[in-house]
């Protein structure tokens, strides 16, 4: 009976560490994640339907906007505007007549 008890406790200490290993992992990764440079990541900012199945949206990309649609068959970039150093896009003023 005793070596039972040996062993139950060795079992219980070796799945405690596993458990503890685990989750020290998945908050290193999720660091790790979290941590990644934010000019790389694509944002969705909005969407608007046009139709039963198609959608119109603006994505942010490395210091761009882009006017998207989207559709059952794919995604189209209909427009591109660069992101100014404030997090604007730059509009392009008309010319004057």
Do not use: C
Request: charged letters at 20%.
């Amino acid at each position: 009976m005793e070596n039972y008890a040996q062993d139950l406790l060795f079992t219980l200490m070796a799945l405690i560490l596993v458990i503890a290993l685990a989750w020290l992992f998945l908050k290193a990764l999720k660091g790790f994640h979290v941590k990644q440079n934010g000019a790389n990541r694509i944002n969705l900012l909005l969407t608007l339907p046009v139709g039963s199945r198609e959608r119109v949206g603006v994505v942010t990309y490395r210091q761009h906007e882009y006017l998207v649609g989207i559709t059952a068959g794919g995604i189209t970039v209909l427009d591109k505007l660069p992101i100014d150093e404030f997090g604007g896009s730059v509009t392009q003023d008309a010319p004057e007549e």
